[in-house]
């Protein structure tokens, strides 16, 4: 395994004890700013807009699979129908 950057919130610095320590450590300037993820409910309904427009607009029983196949509950599904 290598020494990868994938993570845009730290960066490697190399450790003064050794040539061949690296540590990891968190950029500052990307701490501040953090959002908070939506809540269910609020994911839930961006979905079931977004799936009700689709079903709505649905011309063959092929256009429903995907609101019906998707990850929303089976309440949801419900709703939809």
């Known amino acids: 395994m290598g020494n990868s950057n994938s993570n845009p919130n730290m960066e490697l610095s190399k450790s003064e ?9 968190p ?18 309904q961006n ?17 429903l699979l995907e609101p019906l196949l998707s990850d929303i509950g089976i309440d949801e599904k419900r709703k939809l129908i």
Not at 17 to 25: A, H, K, L, Q, R
Not at 27 to 44: A, G, L, V, W
């Open 47 to 63: 979905m079931m807009k977004k799936y009700a427009k689709q079903v709505e607009h649905a011309k063959t029983p092929e256009d």
């Open 17 to 25: 004890e050794s040539d061949n320590d690296w540590t990891i450590e």
């Open 27 to 44: 950029s500052s300037s990307n701490m501040q700013s953090q959002q908070t993820p939506p809540t269910y409910e609020e994911s839930t």
